[in-house]
């Protein structure tokens, strides 16, 4: 199994994003939220070549994108 690096960024990222969830939609859909996220993670963590992930050549040669996630949206 691969693990998954964060940069402080992207953990405040996650953070940000975790408690904005909760104040707009409360913390019912904050949870169901941050099972999401921990599921994708897991997912990458396991196989970080599994169908749908794919490089981008505009980020780093072991960077990759996760179908369904992209800036300001999941």
Do not use: I
Not at 2 to 12: D, K, M
Not at 29 to 50: G, H, K, M, V
Not at 52 to 71: S, T
């Amino acid at each position: 199994m691969t693990t998954l690096r964060f940069t402080a960024s992207a953990r405040r990222d996650v953070a940000n994003a975790l408690t904005q969830s909760g104040e707009q939609f409360g913390s019912l859909q904050r949870r169901r939220y941050r099972l999401l996220l921990e599921q994708a993670f897991s997912d990458l963590a396991e196989n970080p070549r599994r169908p749908g992930v794919r490089d981008d050549p505009h980020l780093p040669a072991d960077h990759r994108l996760y179908p369904g996630f992209r800036k300001g949206r999941l």
